[in-house]
């Protein structure tokens, strides 16, 4: 059972960032991590009774977890709300993308992502972006890490974006799975750099490392990422997040206490 209806739901990529704060959301939910099941495999004979899918798992650059690994959730021949990404665009425009915006992935990561939205058949499709949260890997807590001991760190400005925590997502998810089955764009108000990010982790948690701002070539990533993903919904109905400060104030009282 659900901790929000009375849906028995599962939630795939249980030991993720998001995962983990759905696995609160959803306290009596079937939590699957990847030892549970390999989405890269079909779903196993015998599955439990289920009225819900959350579909959280996810890799980067992984074809086999992010399409097929949907096809196969998928297969269960339940409600499936999966979630994707703001990497679906191309970044060239200037103002947020909403859902009839047409996509163009740069990076092997927007593609799958793409090309899994479209296994969904019923259900919905919640594109987010700039995940953060108290566990797994992310931006935040790598710059904590790096604030804690260094001096300065380098930090790309010339993206932007709008930081989203899990916890402030998780909990409009029940609120998502009473809407209308299609896609929705879910992220935190208002938006910033990577760099305008980083800044404002370090004044929260009293650290006085500088920002070094540089730009996208300076940093010389592999894969290529959007300059501009800010995503809002057109949708009537679709939650509105909380602003990306107020989650990064929540996130990091959490890890202080």
Same mark, same amino acid.
């Given at each position: 059972?659900?901790?929000?209806?009375?849906?028995? !739901? /599962?939630?795939?990529? *249980?030991?993720?960032?998001?995962? @983990?704060?759905? %696995?609160?959301?959803?306290?009596?939910?079937? &939590? =699957?991590?990847?030892?549970?099941?390999?989405?890269?495999?079909?779903?196993?004979?015998?599955?439990?009774?289920?009225?819900? !899918? /959350?579909?959280?798992? *996810?890799?980067?650059?992984?074809? @086999?977890?992010? %399409?097929?690994?949907?096809?196969?959730?998928? &297969? =269960?021949?339940?409600?499936?709300?999966?979630?994707?990404?703001?990497?679906?665009?191309?970044?060239?425009?200037?103002?947020?993308?909403?859902?009839?915006?047409?996509?163009?992935?740069?990076?092997?990561?927007?593609?799958?992502?793409?090309?899994?939205?479209?296994?969904?058949?019923?259900?919905?499709?919640?594109?987010?972006?700039?995940?953060?949260?108290?566990?797994?890997?992310?931006?935040?807590?790598?710059?904590?890490?790096?604030?804690?001991?260094?001096?300065?760190?380098?930090?790309?400005?010339?993206?932007?974006?709008?930081p989203t925590y899990?916890?402030?997502?998780?909990?409009?998810?029940?609120?998502?799975?009473?809407?209308?089955?299609?896609?929705?764009?879910?992220?935190?108000?208002?938006?910033?750099?990577?760099?305008?990010?980083?800044?404002?982790?370090?004044?929260?948690?009293?650290?006085?490392?500088?920002?070094?701002?540089?730009?996208?070539?300076?940093f010389g990533a592999?894969?290529?990422?959007?300059?501009?993903?800010?995503?809002?919904?057109?949708?009537?109905?679709?939650?509105?997040?909380?602003?990306?400060?107020?989650?990064?104030?929540?996130?990091?009282?959490?890890?202080?206490?």
């Amino acid at each position: 059972m659900s901790g929000s209806d009375d849906r028995r !739901v /599962l939630i795939t990529g *249980a030991a993720g960032q998001l995962g @983990a704060a759905l %696995v609160e959301e959803y306290p009596d939910a079937r &939590a =699957l991590t990847r030892a549970d099941w390999d989405l890269a495999e079909p779903a196993p004979e015998h599955r439990p009774e289920i009225d819900l !899918v /959350l579909h959280e798992a *996810a890799l980067e650059e992984a074809r @086999a977890t992010n %399409v097929l690994g949907t096809r196969h959730v998928a &297969a =269960l021949g339940r409600p499936v709300l999966a979630f994707s990404t703001d990497y679906v665009f191309d970044g060239t425009r200037s103002r947020p993308y909403v859902e009839s915006d047409s996509t163009n992935p740069l990076s092997v990561y927007g593609r799958t992502k793409l090309d899994a939205e479209a296994e969904i058949l019923d259900g919905w499709v919640v594109r987010t972006a700039w995940l953060f949260g108290w566990s797994g890997s992310n931006f935040m807590r790598t710059m904590l890490r790096l604030g804690a001991d260094r001096s300065e760190v380098s930090v790309v400005a010339d993206q932007e974006g709008s930081p989203t925590y899990v916890g402030h997502l998780a909990t409009a998810v029940p609120e998502i799975a009473e809407l209308q089955a299609g896609l929705y764009h879910v992220a935190a108000s208002g938006s910033c750099s990577w760099a305008d990010f980083a800044e404002a982790i370090f004044e929260e948690a009293g650290f006085s490392c500088r920002v070094n701002r540089i730009t996208t070539e300076e940093f010389g990533a592999v894969a290529p990422r959007p300059a501009y993903s800010v995503i809002r919904s057109e949708r009537s109905g679709t939650p509105t997040l909380p602003h990306w400060r107020d989650g990064l104030s929540e996130c990091l009282a959490r890890l202080r206490s």
